[in-house]
């Protein structure tokens, strides 16, 4: 079932770049909604929940972070990641499916990055599709291979550990993993994908 979709609308300005704090005009801008009062009153709703932190920066200020050290905050922005990736339009969700099927392990994250999560792809662009599994990584990508190369569109398939992910994130050089924390969208596991980034946060990741 979708989140209302005006409540989203305020929540899903803190999906794209978790890592750093907003100002309330740039949450009226990712928003596109114009009234203060709406904004300010789901903006305390996500305060009151412990989704979200306000902090005061000089005398008029306020910038707004998502919380992400807590297990129902990684919960919460994990399901409403996941929640924007299942109800776009015209997307191969099929394709995600038959994929999931032949995972061999039930915990896992399945992310779509590239062209497709930054919605600049066409009729002949592949699917670029993660997986994040704490799993022998080698059978996981054997399990996938055949149903990556056959499907429609065709998809490009990595697979990672969390270690391995993270390890990315921390990685001074400009790789793959930060590719995919900049352009997401996070069909399973949602709450592991915010626990990883948490850390990598932590640690000094800023995007």
Known sequence: MAVIKEQYEIDKAFLKEPWKALTYSEVQKISKKKSKSYIYKELRRLIDN???????????????????????????????????????????????????????????????????????HTKSSDLDVVVIADYNTQEVYAKLKYEAETSLPKVHLYVFTSKEFLDM???????????????????FGGASYYSILQEAIENGFRG
């Open 169 to 187: 994130l921390l990685s001074k050089k400009e790789n793959y993993g930060k590719e995919i924390a900049r352009n997401n969208l996070v069909f």
């Open 50 to 120: 412990k989704m979200i932190t306000a902090e005061r920066i000089g005398k008029k200020t306020i910038i707004y972070s998502p919380i992400l050290n807590k297990a129902s905050a990684q919960q919460y922005w994990g399901f409403l990641n996941e929640n924007n990736s299942w109800i776009l339009d015209k997307f191969p969700f099929q394709v995600i499916e038959n994929l999931r099927k032949e995972i061999p392990t039930p915990l896992f994250t399945l992310i779509v990055t590239g062209s497709y999560a930054k919605k600049t």
